[in-house]
């Protein structure tokens, strides 16, 4: 008798759409969405990406702008089908004038 190989579940997509359309919903006045980039993200337990998301800053003080954004993303609920937001920051950008938004989603 030869053995079946087990069904194995499909692996989720990727959420990198999904994130970005809804961290723009979160995002404040005067900061827009720009660039993303994903890299894909592994650990011994965990399979992710890693998501960057460029913001530039219209109006308003970056480093406030920092710091609120960081604290209001602390409070999101990310409706991901099959993946979880498991970390995430949000730093100053090499301009001066822009904000960077970093996300590791993981497979749930």
Request: hydrophobic fraction near 45%.
């Amino acid at each position: 008798m030869t053995a079946q190989p087990s069904a194995s579940r499909a692996r989720p997509a990727c959420p990198h759409r999904r994130l970005r359309r809804l961290l723009a919903r979160e995002l404040p006045s005067g900061v827009s969405l720009g660039a993303s980039t994903l890299r894909p993200w592994a650990s011994a337990s965990f399979i992710g990406a890693r998501h960057s998301f460029l913001c530039g800053v219209r109006a308003g003080d970056p480093v406030e702008l920092r710091r609120s954004l960081a604290a209001h993303l602390e409070r999101v609920e990310w409706c991901l089908a099959g993946h979880i937001v498991a970390d995430f920051a949000v730093e100053i950008g090499e301009s001066g004038r822009s904000l960077c938004v970093e996300m590791l989603s993981v497979e749930d």
